[in-house]
């Protein structure tokens, strides 16, 4: 269910067309100019009530020029998302209108057939909740076209649409269990939303009702610049506002759910409203954005907001030396910077206070009854060899392989980031009398790892250990020998706690013969392959994008996950 669901939200907004008379569906006029897009971002937001749980948003449109190079895999990847949207629809034989859109959408390879079926390429877009129920709009390029691919979807479906007339306006409706999808549309945008059976709901989907107040898009303006979020998509989910939803709303699906759930002994209980509130002070809201959009970059982050001190006293957890953000790798990259010590006493604190006052809300039990527990495991002394650690960076440049995707050879550097590194060298010469052979010095030159201290080293790949004064590192290929004692800088340090990279052209290639080998070895034994290959995907992706990052910050906002994307010249 919860995987139809997801296909069903994803595809029909495309299903929102049919059943209107052709007077309805006069073509919209081409907004391309800056105030054909401002009226259109204002139309929008016309139709997004001001308390709002959630949003997020587009004030304005992408750059041309990036959207154009966005779409430009699409091609590349056309038999592969042919395959996908073909092997989903053989599974919803119980939904013959749903399978035929999944068709229409194996058809989609570019950016005008997108286009050809009424969907605006690079439009105003928004997501939202009514209550607790979410809500989608997406503007429309070709209100006629739309209609024409609802009606082709539905004759190929074999199934005629539940539509309803409320007023002038039709609303498309596919029963869900308790919920349903409800699909409506007019000459700007096409709306989809999982809402119950109700007649209040389905006005607003079909636009006939509005907001009491709508959401002013200058607030989102507001948002977005004090956390430097771009114009072409930001938002946020207010957690007090879902809580408060989800406590005292009087939708009646909602009200429901409280009289059958513990929700309603929650609501009713003052101690549980006050430990939720208090948990809601911590932790307010999350919010998320692109933060930076080019021809060459990209940039997303999404941040768990935290109350300042909170944050403050959090970030222990990422005081250490080492910098994570270093140059891309040839191949992938992962960093990890933690202060064990810090954390260990960052943990302590928290569970002291829930020891010394114990939360009463039956919904944090868990809590209540493993605190002392807790407290007593986080009071044991912790080993030399694990609060030496500070982190590490991996870098691996490059990789081929062989027969039977065994690795021929390789090329990459590891860094061990601790106080001590002589402590940890000792520790390990002692467990192996190859190791104890080398005579590394701090900062003297990178000494050869012997035979057979690394296992399943292959044959001819020679490896390197050096020795600085804040690490330990391993360089593997002739090539990375001479950058080991970079490779062991820790930087000056950051915020960041966790980072990985990935270079998709490189990736690619290695992931596709991989998958080559084991489909050969399928065809050997008479099977199919259980899978599509993604490599090609990950091609078709290299042909755009160059390089990707994500890496997971403490910072005075709080837990802030960031990513990038950079795309090819």
Not at 83 to 108: G, K, N, S, W
Request: net charge negative; proline share 5%; with cysteine.
């Amino acid at each position: 269910m919860i995987r139809k669901f997801a296909v069903i939200g994803f595809c029909t907004l495309l299903v929102a067309g049919c059943g209107r008379d052709e007077a309805e569906t006069a073509p919209q006029a081409a907004a391309d100019s800056g105030g054909g897009q401002a009226d259109a971002a204002s139309a929008l937001f016309e139709r997004i009530d001001a308390d709002t749980p959630w949003l997020m948003a587009n004030v304005e449109t992408m750059p041309e020029e990036l959207a154009e190079k966005l779409w430009a895999p699409l091609s590349s990847m056309s038999e592969l998302n042919r395959q996908t949207y073909t092997a989903v629809a053989e599974e919803m034989d119980e939904a013959p209108v749903v399978a035929a859109l999944l068709r229409e959408f194996a058809q989609i390879d570019s950016r005008e057939a997108f286009e050809e079926r009424g969907l605006q390429p690079n439009g105003h877009w928004a997501i939202h909740a009514v209550s607790m129920y979410p809500f989608m709009h997406w503007q429309l390029s070709d209100a006629e076209a739309f209609r024409a691919t609802i009606e082709r979807i539905a004759s190929e479906g074999g199934a005629e649409p539940n539509w309803r007339s409320v007023e002038d306006a039709e609303i498309l409706w596919i029963p869900m269990e308790e919920l349903g999808l409800a699909l409506s549309y007019d000459d700007n945008f096409a709306t989809a939303a999982f809402v119950p059976d109700n007649a209040a709901l389905l006005r607003r989907v079909a636009n006939l009702d509005q907001p009491t107040t709508a959401y002013d898009i200058a607030d989102l303006e507001s948002f977005s610049d004090e956390r430097g979020y771009t114009a072409y998509g930001s938002g946020f989910i207010d957690f007090g506002k879902v809580v408060d939803q989800l406590l005292d709303s009087d939708d009646a699906l909602l009200a429901a759910a409280r009289e059958s759930t513990p929700l309603g002994e929650i609501a009713g209980n003052e101690v549980c409203r006050n430990e939720l509130g208090a948990l809601v002070n911590l932790f307010p809201r999350a919010s998320l954005g692109y933060t930076d959009i080019s021809e060459t970059f990209m940039a997303f982050d999404m941040t768990l907001e935290t109350e300042p001190s909170f944050a403050q006293r959090m970030q222990v957890i990422a005081d250490t030396p080492v910098d994570l953000e270093k140059a891309e790798a040839g191949l992938l990259e992962f960093g990890l910077a933690l202060n064990i010590v810090g954390a260990r006493d960052f943990a302590r604190e928290i569970v002291a206070g829930w020891v010394e006052a114990p939360p009463q809300c039956q919904l944090f039990d868990n809590i209540r009854e493993n605190a002392e527990d807790w407290q007593l495991a986080l009071n044991q002394p912790i080993p030399p060899v694990v609060t030496n650690f500070h982190g590490l960076r991996l870098n691996v440049e490059d990789v081929t392989m062989g027969e039977n995707s065994q690795v021929e050879s390789a090329e990459g550097s590891l860094a061990l980031f601790m106080r001590n590194p002589q402590m940890m060298l000792g520790m390990a010469q002692m467990f192996s009398p190859e190791l104890a052979s080398l005579q590394l010095e701090p900062g003297g030159e990178p000494q050869p790892v012997p035979a057979g201290v690394i296992p399943n080293m292959p044959e001819g790949v020679s490896a390197w250990m050096g020795l600085g004064d804040a690490a330990l590192g391993l360089a593997v290929g002739e090539n990375q020998k001479d950058q080991l004692s970079e490779t062991m800088d820790p930087g000056e340090g950051g915020d960041a706690i966790l980072s990985y990279g990935i270079n998709f052209e490189n990736y690619g290639d290695i992931l596709g013969g991989v998958l080559e080998d084991m489909q050969k070895k399928f065809e050997e034994m008479g099977e199919e392959p259980a899978m599509n290959n993604p490599s090609e995907a990950m091609s078709a992706m290299g042909e755009v994008y160059e390089y990707t990052r994500a890496s997971m910050h403490l910072t005075e906002r709080g837990i802030e996950f960031r990513s990038t994307m950079t795309l090819k010249d």
